[in-house]
């Protein structure tokens, strides 16, 4: 695996434990988390008045006023893996 692969795989595993900084570096790089109803990766963005929100299908948004704000806003929600969670990330990665 690259390193920058790697690298956003452990900023993922950060982010997803609460990490704003490694939230930041995904938010910078457009990689948006999971989603954290239903841990799917099918969000999208789209336009919506004054607003651009990130929605998945499950239902789940995030709203900003650009796609950046949107991606931050969906990107440091809290969430947090339970411990059985993250390691099933572990053995994924």
């Given at each position: 695996?690259?390193?920058?692969?790697?690298?956003?795989?452990?900023?993922?595993?950060?982010?997803?434990?609460?990490?704003?900084?490694?939230?930041?570096?995904?938010?910078?790089?457009?990689?948006?988390?999971?989603?954290?109803?239903?841990?799917?990766?099918?969000?999208?963005?789209?336009?919506?008045?004054?607003?651009?929100?990130?929605?998945?299908?499950?239902g789940?948004?995030?709203?900003?006023?650009?796609?950046?704000?949107?991606?931050?806003?969906?990107?440091?929600?809290?969430?947090?893996?339970s411990?059985?969670?993250?390691?099933?990330?572990?053995?994924?990665?």
């Amino acid at each position: 695996m690259n390193t920058y692969i790697t690298n956003h795989m452990d900023d993922i595993k950060r982010a997803l434990l609460g990490d704003k900084e490694a939230a930041r570096r995904l938010t910078e790089a457009g990689v948006l988390l999971p989603c954290p109803g239903c841990r799917g990766e099918d969000a999208k963005h789209r336009a919506v008045m004054a607003c651009v929100m990130i929605e998945c299908p499950c239902g789940f948004m995030a709203a900003g006023y650009d796609l950046e704000e949107a991606r931050q806003i969906w990107n440091t929600r809290a969430p947090i893996l339970s411990a059985e969670e993250m390691e099933m990330l572990d053995e994924a990665t």
